[in-house]
């Protein structure tokens, strides 16, 4: 389940825990306070937990989702070694006018060991499901504008031939 919730397949899932002991943070709105450096590239967030746009005293922890792939498919994380989380400083009277950074070494990081067993069979499983219906959908699609082609090749051929009899 909990493999199943950090939607790995699509996004780059990070846990942030914060325990305010002092003044209350103002992060909101929290997706234009946080950045994931990926090599030279900068994330925004995909999604996160709405929760840490309210003001924050005492204890909060939530997930931030990254995007995984950039829009031709390719994997953000292929090939970088380290990559860096930056929240916007100006969040509480402490670290005001500061960035506050923190660093993953993930050149040794093998996602393939999450995924062994019983339980990655019945992921993937429902990964290929998913992956087929988007699959048949394109392929509505794409008969859907094939048909119309051929509509259109076939008037204007029929038009050729009435021009060609004159």
Do not use: C
Not at 17 to 27: E, H, V, Y
């Amino acid at each position: 389940e909990l493999l199943k919730a950090l939607q790995l397949e699509e996004y780059i899932p990070i846990m942030l825990s914060f325990d305010m002991k002092g003044a209350p943070l103002r992060m909101a709105p929290f997706d234009n306070k946080v950045t994931l450096w990926v090599g030279g590239k900068k994330l925004s967030p995909a999604d996160y937990d709405k929760r840490f746009n309210f003001k924050l005293s005492g204890k909060r922890e939530g997930l931030v989702y990254f995007p995984r792939y950039d829009e031709n498919g390719k994997s953000y994380l292929q090939g970088v070694s380290t990559l860096r989380l930056t929240i916007d400083g100006n969040i509480g009277p402490i670290t005001m006018g500061k960035q506050i950074d923190f660093f993953w070494d993930v050149s040794q990081d093998d996602p393939s060991k999450l995924y062994q067993g019983r339980v990655a069979a019945q992921l993937e499983l429902e990964r290929l499901i998913k992956r087929l219906n988007q699959l048949k959908d394109q392929k509505s699609q794409l008969e859907e504008q094939l048909a119309g082609i051929e509509k259109e090749i076939e008037t204007v051929e029929a038009r050729i031939e009435e021009l060609q009899k004159e």
